[in-house]
């Protein structure tokens, strides 16, 4: 089932937690923040499972604000509980603004990812991401399954960039694929290109590990500079990649001193 997804990703980040000592207070408060989409997930599933086909439509033609405009007023109240203080204090301020305001937010990333309003703060944005999240991963999985054509640098569903990159077995090597930031949805790509800039020569492709953490890796474009984690499977099995590439925050470190910009940060800013 799809809730599991969320039932997943809150036990592996327990499991890090105790890991990772470095990572464990991000871990922290992503778990309680997943505690949240998960409801929120439930709750959407209960409104709309009995009316909600399978669509070929493009996923971003859905936006039922009538259904999600009063959570987005629980959502609030739950991050001003949990989050980091500038994060608490941006909720606090939109709770006070109320739902004229909460529509643009949540209309102007839906659409845009937060780029047409220039007085959106990256507090607010991320806001929006979180909040969409589940109800993104809901539309997702009830999407006709789409044709794909070569490689697509972003998210064949929504159109959002990936947030990481996933390896398994396949024959004598392995296949990859991308995780989409928003939906979720993963689709294949190939292994030797860039997500960022579509670079498919073999010497300007890298990626590099750490003992400490084999089963992540950075792979690195030197024609663009961006970077983007990957989780191998083949050598972690009960990974997660969402939550194994939040807790690896050592390679992030790496990769930016080393000049590298994270094509798309994940949801602790890292």
Known sequence: MMRDRWDMRIHR???LASVYPFAAEG??????????QRSLYTHIDEVLADDMKASGGALRDDL????LLPQFSHFLVAIEQIAPLPVQQTAASLAQQGPARWRQLIEDFWHYEGSREENVTPSESWLAWTFLQPYAEYLAGRRVPVRQDGAPLTCPLCGARPIVGVLRSEGDGAKKSLVCMLCAHEWAFRRIYCPSCGEER???MAFYSAPEIAHVRVDVCDTCHTYL?????????LAVPIVDELATIP???WAREHGYEKLQTNLLGS
């Open 13 to 15: 980040a327990t499991e």
């Open 27 to 36: 871990l922290r408060f992503y778990r309680q923040l997943v505690a949240f």
């Open 64 to 67: 039922d604000l009538f259904l």
């Open 202 to 204: 073999e010497p300007q």
């Open 229 to 237: 984690k990957s989780v191998d499977l083949t050598k972690m099995g």
């Open 251 to 253: 390679l992030d470190l």
